[in-house]
Nanobody
Framework: QVQLVESGGGLVQAGGSLRLSCAASGRTFSIYVMGWFRQAPGKEREFVAAISWDGRSTDYADSVKGRFTISRDNAKNTVYLQMNSLKPEDTAVYYC???????????????WGQGTQVTVSS
């Protein structure tokens, strides 16, 4: 079992930045692929970014490439999402998740945090 707790969300103006954190506890954090997903009101949960267990591989949704950066610190059991040049369409609840396989599909992720709200004003 892995417990995930997100933090760092908030209200920011368009063009601003936020850094989300996801702290993990429980089973060995370093063996999992970690992902960030988001869900806006009335929309399905969508993939944002993923990082391999060793941090060497990353993947991003086209909508955030060049603006968001995923990273992890296995010594701190934490994964981060640095979000720059934020746009109003980035407004959503952001979730971190852990998976035992490399995937961009929510169904492949076994453990989820409770989510943190990100609101970008125009």
């Amino acid at each position: 079992q892995v417990q995930l707790v997100e933090s760092g969300g908030g209200l920011v103006q368009a063009g601003g930045s936020l850094r989300l954190s996801c702290a993990a506890s429980g089973r060995t954090f370093s063996i999992y692929v970690m992902g960030w997903f988001r869900q806006a009101p009335g929309k399905e949960r969508e993939f944002v970014a993923a990082i391999s267990w060793d941090g060497r591989s990353t993947d991003y949704a086209d909508s955030v490439k060049g603006r968001f950066t995923i990273s992890r610190d296995n010594a701190k059991n934490t994964v981060y999402l640095q979000m720059n040049s934020l746009k109003p369409e980035d407004t959503a609840v952001y979730y971190c998740a852990a998976s035992s396989s490399w995937s961009a599909r929510p169904i492949s992720y076994d453990y989820w945090g409770q989510g943190t709200q990100v609101t970008v004003s125009s």
